[in-house]
C-alpha cells in the first residue's frame, strides 16, 4: 500500500488553510450510515475498471470548461476520480489540483498532478477564498443529499476568484435513493426540472448554460 502523506499547507502555487488529516477516510461509527462515505468507498471495489469505463466520456466538457479560462488558470477538480480531467487541464496550459475522498482514486490521480485527499464537504476549511479561477465539479455532487448542495456551492463560489468559472452536473432522472450497483451501493440525489439551476444561482452564480438530459450540466459564473 502506497504511504500517505499529509497535504501540507501552500502545496505547489495553492493557499491550503489547515494540513489535511486522513481520519476523514478512517469516519468514525457515528458516520457509518453516511451516504457520501459510503457511496464514495463502493469505487474501491474496482477503480480501474471505472477508469477505463469513462476514460472517453464526455471529453467535450473539460476541454470546453478550459477554453473558457485564460491560460495558467487555476482549477480545483472537485471530486476529481482517477484524474483523467486533471491531466486534460494541464495538457491545456492550465494549473489543476483535485480532491478526492477514495484512497484508490487519490493514489490514481497523483500519476496525472496534485491531488489532495478530503471530503468535499469540508472544502472550505481545506482552501482558502478565492483561490481559484474556475471549480470542476463533473458527477462529483451525485452523492450529496440536498440539505448538502446548498452550503457546498456557496463554498465553492468563496473559493473562486471574482468572475471565476464553475461547471456541475447532476442526475435530472430516476429516484433520489439507494441504488444497487454491481460494484456497490450509492445514494443518488435527483434533481428534476430546473431544481439544480435555482440551487446554483441561489449560491450566488450567474447561469451562463444549462445541457439538459439524464443529467442536467450547469456552466456558470460567479457574481
Known amino acids: 500500500m502506497t ?19 486522513w481520519h476523514y477516510w478512517h469516519m468514525s461509527k457515528s458516520l457509518d450510515n453516511d451516504p457520501v462515505i459510503i457511496s464514495v468507498a463502493a469505487y474501491s471495489a474496482n477503480p480501474i475498471a471505472y477508469a477505463e469505463k469513462y476514460a472517453a466520456h464526455l471529453l467535450d466538457r473539460p476541454t470546453r470548461f478550459a477554453s473558457f479560462l485564460s491560460p495558467g488558470s487555476q482549477i480545483l477538480d472537485l471530486g476529481c476520480g482517477p484524474g483523467r480531467d486533471i491531466k486534460i487541464f494541464s495538457e491545456a496550459g492550465h494549473k489543476p489540483i483535485g480532491i478526492e475522498l477514495n484512497p484508490a482514486f487519490v493514489d490514481m490521480a497523483r500519476r496525472q498532478g496534485d491531488v489532495i485527499q478530503g471530503d468535499i464537504r469540508n472544502i472550505s476549511s481545506i482552501f482558502s477564498p478565492t483561490s481559484f479561477d474556475g471549480v470542476w465539479a463533473q458527477a462529483s455532487l451525485v452523492h450529496l443529499v ?27 432522472t430516476g429516484e433520489t435513493g439507494w441504488l444497487d ?10 434533481w428534476p426540472e430546473d431544481s439544480f439551476e435555482t440551487a446554483v444561482r441561489t449560491a450566488g452564480f450567474h447561469i451562463n448554460d444549462v445541457t439538459h438530459g439524464p443529467y442536467i450540466e450547469v456552466w456558470a459564473t460567479k457574481v
Open 181 to 190: 450497483e454491481s460494484d456497490g451501493r450509492r445514494w443518488y440525489t435527483t
Open 146 to 172: 440536498k440539505s448538502e448542495i446548498g452550503p457546498v456551492l456557496q463554498g465553492l463560489r468563496d473559493l473562486l476568484k471574482p468572475n471565476g468559472r464553475l461547471y456541475a452536473c447532476v442526475p435530472a
Open 3 to 21: 504511504k500517505r502523506r499529509h497535504a501540507a499547507v501552500g502545496l505547489g502555487n495553492w493557499s491550503s488553510k489547515v494540513p489535511f488529516s
